[in-house]
């Protein structure tokens, strides 16, 4: 028997990338916000990361695991906590 699928994009996903435990998910599209998951319950983590202008075509977490940087249509790169779903500083332009 199949788990439940990941559910929340509107549009296509251009990113995913698992944390280096492979505990968390991170995805990413065309509707512009980051998702993160948890893998065992397929449950999203916290409201959804916002702040890219646009589609958001790359993710990728630090080799710890504690933040992800994402690359968006916008020309810039954000960088988020992975614990508290926030942003560190300004985006990088």
Do not use: C, N
């Amino acid at each position: 028997m199949r788990g439940p699928a990941l559910k929340g994009h509107t549009d296509t996903v251009q990113s995913v990338v698992f944390s280096p435990d492979g505990r968390m998910l991170a995805t990413a599209g065309y509707d512009a916000p980051i998702k993160l998951w948890d893998v065992r319950s397929r449950k999203q983590i916290g409201a959804p990361l916002g702040g890219h202008a646009g589609t958001v075509g790359s993710v990728a977490f630090a080799p710890d695991g504690r933040t992800l940087a994402s690359g968006g249509a916008d020309e810039t790169v954000r960088l988020w906590s992975a614990r508290t779903q926030r942003q560190l500083g300004r985006p990088l332009r």
